[in-house]
């Protein structure tokens, strides 16, 4: 659709060609794919805006505490869900996120990638798992996972993922940074489970840290 729009305009810019481009005028379609091309344009800004909030986030959280050696993660994470409210709620669908025990400081280094997992796993369940539904529950957790470990659980009840979804095999970049942020930068484990609703955690160990 981006395409289009801009091959028409080149032909704009090429005298030879001004009677298409008159004709497309008229006819409306280079406003019409002016304006396809300046939605998509607008979203994947939109996209980009929400995730560098979210990194603004992670830094303003970090300053606030003054130590960054440890990272109160709660205060993030309900300012994460607000912000994420604001951005994505809509009047058909009632949200209800449900933060449970997030009691557990982070160094700066789980802190960030934790923070960053977060934004990508609550941004799918706001744009994805509620569509067509009235409401929708979404619950986090984040803390002890075991011994020594530390545990990120985002789950939804909505529609669930793709049939035949395989988070490996996936080209799209927010669970593609999800799996990279999880098995790299935490050296954890990733898990999905898609039975009922989406439940995604994430489990690593803090003396990797
Ligand atoms: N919580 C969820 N409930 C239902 N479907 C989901 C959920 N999370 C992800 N999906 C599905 O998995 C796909 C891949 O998610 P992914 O985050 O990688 O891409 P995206 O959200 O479409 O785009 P972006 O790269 O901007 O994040 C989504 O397009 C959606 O179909
Ligand atoms: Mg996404």
Redesign the pocket.
């Known amino acids: 659709m981006i395409g289009e729009a801009i091959e028409i305009l080149l032909v704009e810019d090429n005298p030879g060609d001004v009677r298409l481009t008159q004709e497309a005028l008229r006819d409306g379609k280079v406003h019409n794919n002016l304006h396809v091309a300046w939605d998509g344009v607008e979203a994947i800004l939109s ?1 980009s805006r929400n995730r560098i909030n979210a990194m603004a986030l992670i830094h303003s959280q970090l300053y606030e505490g003054g130590d960054l050696s440890a990272i109160i993660m709660k205060g993030f994470m309900n300012n994460l869900l607000v912000q994420l409210l604001q951005v994505h709620s809509v009047p058909e669908t009632k949200i209800s996120p449900v933060v449970h025990a997030v009691d557990c400081s982070l160094p700066i280094s789980a802190a960030v990638p934790v923070g960053l997992i977060a934004n ?2 609550l ?3 706001f ?5 067509n539904r009235k409401e929708g529950k979404i619950e986090v957790s984040l803390g002890a996972s075991g011994k020594g470990n530390i545990g990120l659980t985002i789950s ?1 009840d ?5 049939e035949g ?1 395989d988070i490996n095999a ?9 799996k990279i942020l999880a098995e790299e930068q935490l050296d954890g484990k990733l898990e999905v489970d ?1 039975d009922k ?2 439940t ?1 955690k994430v489990e690593f160990e803090m003396a990797k840290r």
């Open positions: 996209e990508e796993l941004t799918n369940a744009k994805h798992a509620f569509a939804d909505g529609v669930g993922l793709p979804f996936s080209k799209t970049l927010g669970l593609r940074v999800v898609s609703g989406t995604f």
